[in-house]
């Protein structure tokens, strides 16, 4: 198993630019799919980006151009670059990871706690 831990999370303005990170309590190396998800209270949890452990990444349609996933093996970290960020980016954005070639939230079998981003004038 892994433990994963969010961090970078808070309020940023309108257009402002905030990066994510996610530690991992050991090698990310073989993990199959790392993926950063966002809840709001209007809606269900849903996928932002995902990274495999081939390196292949992507985002979400509607998030590209402004938000990229990477990842540093050797540092077991996992980052979500957010830049022109816009009030409907606000929620909660989890780190995830998954054995199962998948990135559907029930097939993700690593989960962390979170962290809370804001967007306000």
């Known amino acids: 198993q892994v433990q994963l831990v969010e961090s970078g999370g808070g309020l940023v303005q309108p257009g402002g630019s905030l990066r994510l990170s996610c530690a991992a309590s050991?090698?990310?190396?073989?993990?199959?799919?790392m993926g950063w998800y966002r809840q709001t209270p209007g809606s269900n949890r849903e996928l932002v980006a995902g990274i495999t452990s081939g390196g292949t990444a992507a985002v979400q349609d509607w998030l590209k151009g402004r938000f990229t996933i990477s990842k540093d093996n050797p540092k077991n970290m996992v980052y979500l670059q957010m830049n022109n960020v816009k009030p409907e980016d606000a929620g909660t954005y989890y780190c995830?990871?998954?054995?199962?070639?998948?990135?559907?939230?029930?097939?993700?079998?690593?989960w962390g706690k979170g962290t809370l981003v804001t967007v306000s004038s």
């Open positions: 050991r090698s990310i190396a073989g993990i199959y799919n």
């Open positions: 995830a990871g998954g054995q199962r070639g998948s990135y559907a939230e029930d097939d993700m079998d690593y």
